[in-house]
Nanobody
């Protein structure tokens, strides 16, 4: 069993910053990839950013490229998402996801493990 727990959501004004973290516990996943997805009301869940085990692969959605940065600390089994220059359209529930493979796909169906999500609200 693998558990993921997101922390760090909240309310912020446009132009502000937030840092999300996601701690992975339970069964150890060797060479696992981690990713952040988000889902706004009435919309499908979408890929935000991902990171491979060695951090050699860090794909981003075009909508967040240059504003968000994903990183991971394997010694702490934790992945982070630093979000800068936030916009109202970034408002969503943000989910952490994991898969037991080094590739970092953008399709949510490729991820077996999910956190419960954390709300990020950006006011204009």
């Amino acid at each position: 069993q693998v558990q993921l727990e997101e922390l760090g959501g909240g309310l912020v004004q446009a132009g502000g910053s937030l840092r999300l973290s996601c701690a992975v516990s339970g069964r150890t996943l060797s060479s696992y990839a981690l990713a952040w997805f988000r889902q706004a009301p009435g919309k499908e869940r979408e890929f935000v950013a991902g990171i491979s085990w060695s951090a050699s692969l860090t794909p981003y959605a075009d909508a967040v490229k240059g504003r968000f940065t994903i990183s991971r600390d394997n010694s702490k089994n934790t992945v982070y998402l630093q979000m800068n220059y936030l916009k109202p359209e970034d408002t969503a529930v943000y989910y952490c996801a994991a898969r037991s493979h080094w590739l970092v796909p953008r399709n949510p169906s490729d991820y077996a493990y999910w956190g419960q999500g954390t709300q990020v609200t950006v006011s204009s």
